[in-house]
């Protein structure tokens, strides 16, 4: 099965890698990315997240050959708690994929295909005990609905909600699919696409874990270092475009005369995302809906 790095050159190219550098790749998946950076580097180091089991094992295998590599089994959450354990201190550059890899979405027996029939899962960490089974069981309308319509951005959230508490227990992703289906048979995508996105995002704390994580990337980063962002979807996407604008404006209360502007801690590579090549998007569909972000460290900030 081919594994496609998604915006591959652009997100690398943005780096602009250090032959000696620290880099972090915050989402391993299928290595594509790491090896890209290993590539380039000569000194430097490479450190490589990812809680997903499975991708930890492909890209080690994938990068045995690079002796600047260490992989990394944590949720990029804890990044600075690891690399600080490990000694690291600072780093000038890191890359997020933020998309799911293919392996997760190809291996039906992880739940996170409506396209194929499994129990109802979406977990990334494959330790982490709340599976989507759960959520969708257990929780109260309120929630059903709240999920399915901020995190789904979902027209049909209440009554997909109400249909779910009706039919309990739902064990299967086809079990959901029949209800999607009831409510979105007219739909030009998928009936459950929006509703599967809620869910994994619930399961995996998603938005939770980037917000979390953004300040603390930028804490690390050296002057001059690169953060460098793919998103998949909106919610995702604006996150990151308000991390980035908050921190490249410069906020001074009205009628305060100065004389000199502080530097904001980083500035905009690209004011607009980056968005696949029409090469890329003919070779691989699921990029189709990526977006590139980039922001560099102030060299006066910290």
Same mark, same amino acid.
């Given at each position: @099965?081919?594994?496609?790095?998604?915006?591959?050159?652009?997100?690398?190219?943005?780096?602009?890698?250090?032959?000696?550098?620290?880099?972090? *790749?915050? %989402?391993?998946?299928?290595?594509?990315?790491?090896?890209?950076?290993?590539?380039?580097?000569?000194?430097?180091?490479?450190?490589?997240?990812?809680?997903?089991?499975?991708?930890?094992? %492909?890209?080690? !295998?994938?990068?045995?050959?690079?002796?600047?590599? %260490?992989?990394?089994?944590?949720?990029?959450?804890?990044?600075?708690?690891?690399?600080?354990?490990?000694?690291?201190?600072?780093?000038?550059?890191?890359?997020?994929?933020?998309?799911?890899?293919?392996?997760?979405?190809?291996?039906?027996?992880?739940? +996170?295909?409506?396209?194929?029939?499994? &129990?109802? *899962? @979406?977990?990334?960490?494959?330790?982490?005990?709340?599976?989507?089974? *759960?959520?969708?069981?257990?929780?109260?309308?309120?929630?059903?609905?709240?999920?399915?319509?901020?995190?789904?951005?979902?027209? +049909?959230?209440?009554?997909?909600?109400?249909?779910?508490?009706?039919?309990?227990?739902?064990?299967?992703?086809? *079990?959901?699919?029949?209800?999607?289906?009831?409510?979105?048979? &007219?739909?030009?995508?998928?009936?459950?696409?929006?509703?599967?996105?809620?869910?994994?995002?619930?399961?995996?704390?998603?938005?939770?874990?980037? !917000?979390? %994580?953004?300040?603390?990337?930028?804490?690390?980063?050296?002057?001059?270092?690169?953060?460098?962002?793919?998103? +998949?979807?909106?919610?995702?996407?604006?996150?990151?475009?308000?991390? +980035?604008?908050?921190?490249?404006?410069?906020?001074?209360?009205?009628?305060?005369?100065?004389?000199?502007?502080?530097?904001?801690?980083?500035?905009?590579?690209?004011?607009?995302?980056?968005?696949?090549?029409?090469?890329?998007?003919?070779?691989?569909?699921?990029?189709?809906?990526?977006?590139?972000?980039?922001?560099?460290?102030? !060299?006066?900030?910290?």
């Amino acid at each position: @099965m081919k594994h496609y790095s998604v915006l591959l050159k652009e997100s690398i190219d943005a780096l602009n890698l250090k032959e000696n550098g620290i880099y972090v *790749d915050a %989402t391993l998946g299928g290595g594509g990315h790491s090896e890209a950076i290993l590539l380039s580097l000569k000194g430097g180091h490479l450190y490589g997240f990812d809680q997903d089991q499975y991708a930890l094992k %492909t890209a080690q !295998e994938r990068l045995k050959g690079f002796k600047n590599f %260490t992989a990394i089994a944590s949720n990029f959450e804890f990044i600075k708690e690891e690399l600080q354990a490990l000694g690291i201190e600072k780093m000038d550059g890191v890359v997020m994929d933020l998309g799911m890899s293919s392996f997760q979405i190809d291996d039906a027996s992880r739940g +996170f295909s409506y396209m194929q029939d499994a &129990k109802l *899962d @979406m977990r990334m960490n494959q330790n982490q005990t709340k599976t989507a089974y *759960d959520i969708v069981n257990n929780a109260s309308f309120e929630e059903l609905v709240y999920m399915f319509e901020v995190y789904g951005e979902e027209d +049909f959230a209440r009554p997909i909600a109400r249909k779910i508490i009706e039919s309990r227990p739902l064990n299967t992703t086809f *079990d959901l699919v029949k209800i999607t289906d009831m409510y979105k048979y &007219k739909s030009k995508s998928h009936s459950a696409k929006q509703v599967f996105q809620a869910l994994r995002i619930a399961v995996n704390d998603e938005l939770g874990v980037l !917000e979390r %994580t953004l300040p603390k990337l930028l804490s690390m980063l050296n002057p001059n270092g690169v953060m460098s962002i793919i998103t +998949f979807h909106s919610l995702e996407d604006r996150i990151v475009k308000h991390f +980035f604008k908050t921190n490249s404006e410069v906020h001074v209360p009205k009628g305060i005369p100065m004389l000199k502007l502080p530097t904001p801690p980083l500035r905009l590579l690209t004011k607009k995302p980056i968005l696949p090549s029409e090469q890329e998007l003919a070779e691989n569909s699921r990029s189709n809906s990526a977006k590139l972000r980039v922001a560099i460290k102030n !060299e006066v900030a910290e």
